[in-house]
């Protein structure tokens, strides 16, 4: 399989917003950041993705299974084939108040055959989920835990996650991002994950892939906006000579001006420290990218 997801111009349509030619592909062995402001699109793209919204145009292939053909009967048919082989964790837990952590179990047993008990067991344990408590009793992020814990526990060969780490302080999100990790760890699996957390991408993404107001913005891998890219802080004054210096491409530089300075977005920050060894530039996070890309000025 080339593919574990791949979708092609996806258009969504509510009153008052368009989900418009959404482009995103994760090959197996990959992890892929799925990132944008709020009201983007991205619940509604993984929506679609996992059936859950009729898509109004394109394609999407999921496990190989088209499950965005015309038919509904089709499309049942063909989530149908693939949805024991998928996790899911949306960002709230969806079991019942009054279920027991180990009542999880139980419906995840009943739910698919590839339940592995031990491992629902394993996890609970390493996210410090009592058997006996209920759903009621857990914090929100437990709650998470518990329903990764779920997503996890039946040997999917992919992890399709909605902010999944949302509600979960720092150290809880490092053993989640761990969890993910040995998840990757075996055979050729692959996540699509949503997030606002970016940081979190940093250590585990391949693919970083960006939409805004239901239109895709870049998708790039990771190392490019990492490694490659950088942000030269630059004086006013010296924003032409920058612009103009030939490392940047005229016409797709952004720029954003602050009182003490304008950043300037670089995509290879060795090329321009060669050209403007003058200018101090710094390593790009992915949300200094993000953010000269969706707010800065077009140069
Ligand atoms: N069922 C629906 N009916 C009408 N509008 C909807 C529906 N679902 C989503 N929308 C609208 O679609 C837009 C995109 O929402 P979506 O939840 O996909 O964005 P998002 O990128 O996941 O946002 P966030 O980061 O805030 O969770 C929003 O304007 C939302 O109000």
Redesign the pocket.
Known sequence: MDYLIKVEGLEKR????MLSGVELAVEPGSVVGFV?S???????TLKAILGLVEPDAGSIELLGEPVAGPGARERARALDAVKARIGVVFDTCVFPDTCRVADVGLIGRAAYPTWRRERYEELCRAFGLAPAKTVKELSRGMGMKLTLAFALAHDPELLVLDEATAGLDPLARDEVLDILRDFMAEGDRGILM?T?ITSDLEKIADEVVCIDEGRPVFALPKDAICDEAGVARCRASELDAVLGSGVLEPGQARVLRHDYGVDVLVPDRFAFARALPQVPVDKASIEDYMTLVLKGEVR
């Not at 509510?14 to 917003?17: K, V």
């Open positions: 509510y009153d008052g917003f944008g709020n009201g983007a699109g991205k619940t509604t949503s606002h």
